[in-house]
């Protein structure tokens, strides 16, 4: 969301019994002006101190998309998710990991992420807003930051219009010692809010980068193996949902691929081997699922390779000499797609909800991906924050590894692209 206001999100959860009744409270505030932006708040039923600390953060992150943010700094008095968000404390608890990872994927919207750890008098208006709405949901008087009674609200609505709390920890000059309104849902610092978040719906965004190396052990790493030859591969024909399947040289370029995939993953315990629809690519992910001990094979229709249309099984020369004009501008844009098939651009859509996917359901865990071609090359891209040229000039060999970490915080790391040494 490049160009949009800076926020200071303030989050908090609480439970009365741990587990017992929960709620959460978040506050966007205008990091210039203190000016509060949104404000969200809800009851959630019975569940633990740590659940309502992270479905805070989410509802803040929300929150701070919808006014069009482009930095966020988030402040949380709860240093496990503060540490976790960071990527420095592994998430051990498992019902914790699907927050976590959703709480990556919002990250991924803006241009950048901090998380800082206040203590809990500097988070009273986080708080306060939490108290409310579990008071609400036990029907007594819902009580504000301040202690003022308040009117109830609808669940994760924005706040009404009253004193906010000062912002911690800001400039000299002001915010500590003054009281700031609440924006009012027509107020300037919302209009422009408004507007950037239009402009900037269909983009995304990258996680605060960093030099600082991470402990593989908080990533959610993805294997990420192409199926092994088909006949198709070496007459050099477009294989796009045609259902060919592995050569003899295929299953051989397969069997070195999982070798080298359990020497890679060593002691780690795979979670998953996740594998498009089509016969190619099963019977890869069955090879390695068995050499790996058994992991589930599970199956995602959104990795099948994209669709060539008219193109299918036709040699790469037939194409450039009966389709050239087509050809020319297939690859000069992915929002083109071949005569009566997908576009790169419908591709990247649907992996981009494989990977969304893919952290929300395994975090922190090792999972293998195989796939075809344009699949692992978007996947790839969007890892490496490339251009569409990207496409073009990665070449990916059958039965080629690459290796991507992605720390809750949304931070990514490419450790390897197109490894065949196993071919070799």
Request: charged share 20%.
């Amino acid at each position: 969301m490049t160009g949009g206001p800076k926020v200071v999100v303030e989050a908090d959860g609480g439970a009365r019994g741990n587990p017992g009744p929960a709620g959460f409270g978040a506050v966007v505030r205008d990091a210039g002006t203190g000016e509060v932006l949104a404000e969200r708040a809800e009851a959630i039923g019975v569940a633990t101190n740590n659940v309502a600390e992270y479905r805070g953060l989410l509802a803040g992150l929300e929150a701070a998309a919808e006014v069009g943010a482009s930095e966020v700094d988030v402040r949380m008095d709860s240093k496990l998710v503060v540490e976790q968000m960071s990527g420095r404390w592994q998430i051990k608890n498992p019902g914790l990991r699907p927050l976590a990872a959703q709480a990556a994927t919002l990250v991924r919207r803006f241009d950048t992420v901090t998380f800082g750890w206040i203590p809990r008098e500097r988070n009273k208006h986080a708080d306060g807003l939490a108290n409310a709405a579990m008071d609400r949901a036990a029907g007594k008087p819902a009580r504000g930051p301040a202690g003022a009674v308040v009117t109830a609200a609808e669940p994760g609505a924005v706040g009404p219009a009253r004193a906010a709390a000062p912002v911690p920890g800001t400039a000299a000059g002001g915010l500590d010692e003054e009281a700031r309104q609440v924006a009012a849902p027509d107020s300037a610092a919302r209009a422009q809010a408004r507007e950037v978040a239009a402009r900037a719906a269909a983009k995304g965004g990258t996680a605060r980068p960093t030099w600082e190396p991470r402990p593989a052990s908080t990533a959610t790493r993805l294997v990420l193996l192409r199926h092994g030859e088909t006949d198709f591969t070496a007459q050099r024909r477009y294989s796009g949902r045609g259902d060919v399947p592995l050569s003899e040289r295929g299953r051989a370029q397969v069997a070195a691929a999982a070798d080298r995939i359990a020497r890679l993953v060593g002691d780690t315990p795979v979670t998953a081997v996740v594998t498009s629809p089509l016969s190619r690519c099963t019977a890869t992910a069955e090879a390695v699922a068995a050499t790996l001990g058994g992991p589930p094979v599970v199956v995602e229709p959104d990795l099948i390779e994209v669709d060539f249309g008219a193109w299918e099984g036709r040699t790469f020369a037939e194409v450039r000499e009966r389709w050239p004009a087509e050809l020319d501008r297939w690859l000069a844009s992915v929002a083109v797609a071949p005569p009566g098939g997908e576009s790169f651009a419908a591709v990247t859509k649907r992996v981009r909800r494989v990977v969304a996917g893919l952290l929300s359901t395994y975090p922190g865990g090792t999972v293998v991906v195989v796939s075809h071609v344009s699949p692992v090359k978007i996947l790839l891209r969007d890892a490496l924050a490339a251009g569409d040229a990207f496409l073009h000039r990665l070449y990916l060999d059958p039965a080629g590894l690459s290796v991507v970490d992605t720390w809750p915080d949304g931070n990514v790391s490419v450790r390897t692209v197109n490894d065949t040494a196993h071919l070799h």
